[in-house]
């Protein structure tokens, strides 16, 4: 009933319903990160009381000081000399890859677009996905804008970094399957699910994004790319993750939680974003990734794969929701390590770091069965 609430609700009508880091490092990165935020709060309640002056000037830190205080908080993560690589790293261009649609091309067949016939192309080395790469001897960065097929009209390809590909090869979506995409806005990783799903044997997916604006950028980005005669049950629906829980449980096969995070690539590159920056943002993020890892749990079904993700380098929001999730839940499950083409293990997971990883991420993720 519940289900159908929800699809009344907020299915949007696009045509038909479519709409190598060991684990004693991690765990010394933890401690050093929950060492170093007691000893900012030691520090702060040794401060004399705040005035209005002084919390004024706390307000309107300078970029200088909010840059220096990041970098503390990293460095004290992963060290010097790891931070010194990893920093400018961070702050060079995103890299992208390339995902070829094949609802593109008439017959899911679909071929390199005639814009891309010059580029040094490098095949990524994913299980099932037509991903591609520009060769880093040629600069590695800029593909052609996606053009429309001529016959089908939807776009030839997505461009998206390609931690976020592997970490929708960790769920190994077989055709039929029901998924659930928790947090989808803009869609790039519910379109690699797509690709994993097929237009003559169907499949589920509901694609959820609770930001009205965002929630209209999925569905642009859906109908730009997936046929609008599709034998795929596509819902887009609008709905808090953590709220998946009270609609049944035990109700998918796969559940993605690419969860809101610090986005550090992201603010890096944005000053006023950047400027916002606290060590604590971190804290307050994973409280939120736990109740939609929490309510994922609940949902899958027993046997059923997890994958969790984030952009984010603070441990506390990567491997830390997930240790939360091992010491308090009360859902079983263990933890499936594997090993993936780019990037390096931590404690619970993967995660692709750009100074490791061929300029690509930070993209963590870690893939949970539900017992
Ligand atoms: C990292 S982005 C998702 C990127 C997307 N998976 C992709 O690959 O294109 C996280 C998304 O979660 C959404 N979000 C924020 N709070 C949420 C919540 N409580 N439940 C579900 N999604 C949420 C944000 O609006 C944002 O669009």
């Known amino acids: 009933m519940y289900q159908s ?36 709060k030691a520090k702060q309640a040794e401060e004399p009381v705040a ?13 200088d000081e909010v840059e220096k205080e990041y970098s503390e908080f990293y460095e004290s993560i992963y060290g010097t000399a790891r931070w010194t690589q990893l920093h400018p790293s961070l702050k060079s261009p995103q890299r992208y890859s390339c995902l070829l649609n094949k609802y593109s091309s008439p017959e899911e067949n679909p071929s390199i677009p005639d814009s891309m016939q010059e580029l040094k192309l490098e095949k990524l080395p994913f ?12 600069g590695g ?51 690699c699910i797509l690709q994993r799903m097929s237009g003559v044997i169907g499949g589920h997916l509901t694609s959820n994004e609770p ?24 819902r887009i629906t609008g709905e808090e993750g953590w709220k998946f829980l009270f609609f049944g449980l035990d109700r998918y096969d796969k559940v993605l939680v690419d969860a809101p995070c610090s986005s550090d690539r992201h603010i890096l590159h944005d000053s006023s974003e950047f400027k916002l920056w606290t060590p604590s943002r971190s804290k307050n993020l994973a409280k939120r990734q736990f109740a939609l890892l929490q309510s994922a749990l609940k949902v899958v079904r027993p046997g059923g794969t997890i994958v969790y993700s984030t952009c984010a380098l603070s441990e506390l929001e990567n491997d830390g929701v997930i240790e939360r999730a091992l010491n308090k839940s009360k ?33 963590y993720f870690a893939k949970l069965k539900k017992l």
């Open 51 to 63: 005035t209005e002056r002084h919390r004024k000037s706390k307000a309107q830190k300078t970029l």
């Open 211 to 234: 930001s009205p604006t965002r929630r209209k950028t999925l569905s642009r980005v859906m109908a730009e790319y997936i046929p609008k005669e599709f034998n795929v049950d596509l």
């Open 141 to 191: 960065y800029s593909f052609p804008r996606p053009e429309k097929n001529e016959t089908t009209g939807l776009l030839t390809h997505y461009l998206l970094d390609a931690g976020s590909v592997l970490a929708t090869e960790a769920l190994d979506i077989q055709p039929g399957e029901h998924v659930l995409d928790m947090c989808a806005s803009p869609g790039g990783k519910s379109l």
């Open 331 to 363: 859902v079983p499950f263990e933890i499936v390590q594997e090993n993936w083409p780019l990037g390096e293990k931590t404690k619970h997971g993967w995660i692709c770091l750009p100074d490791a990883a061929h300029g690509y991420g930070p993209l």
């Open 127 to 138: 299980k099932s996905l037509e991903c591609f790469q520009v060769s880093e001897d040629i």
């Open 5 to 40: 609430l929800i699809s009344r609700r907020y299915t949007l009508g696009i045509g038909r319903v479519y709409n190598a880091l060991t684990c004693r490092a991690q765990t010394e990165r933890s401690f050093s990160q929950n060492a170093w935020l007691s000893k900012q």
